[in-house]
């Protein structure tokens, strides 16, 4: 199954074809009001964490190191990832950031790891629930 997850600056305008959005930073973004972004929500728990995005924003770390450590903490939560699951299987879902560079911020990171849960689970679906060699052969009993 193929899903459509988009990535948008949140100062940018809001599109019918946006589908469901979710703002996924800590931070409120500056001078915006919530009744203008026509947010499906604001989704802080698969951002990353305040730490590690004080050392990406101040330079401290790259962005190579910035998104390694970022999937990792998306690893040790798999729960954060399920409400974007349920969205992206309604449709349309688009991530949305205050970031200005969209390509260098955590959002292309989520949308890698929101697709393979998704992929994940969708595979684990179609794997049988037991195995046909665990079937028992003697439907029969001596009473």
């Known amino acids: 199954m193929s899903y ?6 949140i100062y940018h305008p809001v599109e019918p074809e946006d589908g469901a959005r979710l703002l996924v930073d800590r931070l409120w973004p500056r001078g915006k009001l919530r009744e203008s972004l026509a947010l499906t929500d604001w989704y802080r728990d698969a951002s990353p964490s305040p730490a590690l995005r004080r050392l990406y924003h101040e ?4 962005f190579g190191v910035f998104a390694t ?4 903490e998306l690893r040790d939560s798999p729960d954060s990832l399920l409400p974007l699951m349920r969205l ?3 449709g349309r879902l688009t991530l949305l950031s205050a970031a200005r560079d969209l390509d260098a ?10 697709l393979a849960a998704l992929h994940d689970e969708d595979a684990a679906d ?3 629930a037991s195995s046909p060699c665990f079937m028992t052969q003697d439907h029969h009993h001596d009473a």
């Open 69 to 72: 450590r970022y999937r990792g």
């Open 59 to 62: 330079g401290d770390i790259s």
């Open 88 to 90: 992206a299987r309604q």
């Open 4 to 9: 459509d997850i988009a990535l948008k600056r």
């Open 126 to 128: 179609r794997e049988p």
């Open 105 to 114: 911020s955590h959002l292309p990171v989520l949308k890698e790891a929101v």
